[in-house]
């Protein structure tokens, strides 16, 4: 009987030693474990402080030149392209010159000698001695006063002579008629005769440029003369470039809806050209000390906007009021304060009350 006893006793231990090893590692197993892990969703944080946000009204155009003159030859006569000083050559395309400045001679000695100027100078100065000298006798009661007033005639009469053919002999000599730079020198060969009316050259000042623009009339109250305005060129990104309002029309176009204004560009580095298309911004409005924060970080909903801001490791749905929007970022009127800090990445996946880790 004892050994009976014994024989179930280990038949029953080789049955539930297996099964109850078997319900241990089924009690280990993952799948079945009690333990949840917390998951940490990782954010770029930026603590909010004050800024300034403007707001502008773009429009585009094409720039032209602050001054320009094309220059044709006023007479007959042989062709000499003068000698730049500054390069020792030949004035060309591109070259800056001053006021002033002689860049072409029209030679023509008939011309010059029908202007007699040198007889015209004498003459002027027969004239001056000899009013000064009627004038001291008049003072004395030596001649009549219409003696002196002819005199005085004579005077004028030469004076002018004089004058008239000194400016027919300036034809002679091209000269820039303000500081500006070389646009177009058609070829002419040195030594040659041209007609008179031959184009010689053009002239640009562009140290300042101007620009047309049409806005619609709903910013007639918001634009005025002396506002400042930034030009945006591909040419000129590296550069910013500024410019004001110098006119505005009081008129509103009855087809377009649009009123017409001038800007003026400063221009000194000459980045601009004459001829270029650039995109220009009026300064409308600019707020300083305001909660500014980037536009990509606010998400639409039907119910309004919102931010997430984090406190304490947790992230929390803020709703906010906006106000002036500029290209990249929006100012907020309400629903965050200084100081708070903003979620700038990994937003996408949050939600209010959302357990954060912040990564640099």
Known sequence: MKKL????????????????AMMVVS??????????????????????KPQSISRFIETTGTVYSFKEASIKSELTGIYTLKRNPNTGRPFSLGDQVKAGQELIRIEDKEFQNTLQIEGKRLNLELADNNLKKQQSLYDKGGV??????????????????????????????????????????????????????????KVMQYDKLLMDVKLPEKYLAEVTLNQRVQIANYNVAKDT??????????????????????????????LLRPGMFIKAFILSEKRDGTIVIPKETVISRQDGKVVFTVENGI??????????????????VSGLKVNDRLVITGFETLRNKSKVSIIQ
């Open 5 to 20: 006893i014994t024989g179930i006793v280990q038949a029953s231990c080789q049955v539930l030693l297996p099964l109850l």
């Open 27 to 48: 009690s280990c197993s993952p799948e079945n474990s009690n333990i949840k892990t917390e998951i940490k969703i990782p954010v770029s944080v930026v603590t909010i």
């Open 144 to 201: 009549t006063q219409t003696e002196l007033k002819n005199s005085a005639i004579s005077y004028v009469n030469a004076k002018y002579a004089f004058e008239n053919s000194e400016i027919q002999l300036m034809k002679m000599s091209v000269r820039a008629p303000f500081d500006g730079v070389i646009v177009e020198l058609p070829y002419h060969t040195d030594g040659v005769k041209i007609d008179q009316g031959q184009s010689l050259l």
């Open 241 to 270: 470039i500024y410019g004001r309002i110098s006119q505005i029309s009081p008129v509103i176009n009855a087809d377009t809806r649009t009123f017409q204004s001038v800007l003026q560009i400063d221009n000194e580095k000459r």
């Open 315 to 332: 992230a929390t749905e803020k709703k906010i009021t906006t106000g002036l929007e500029s290209l990249d970022v929006i100012e907020v």
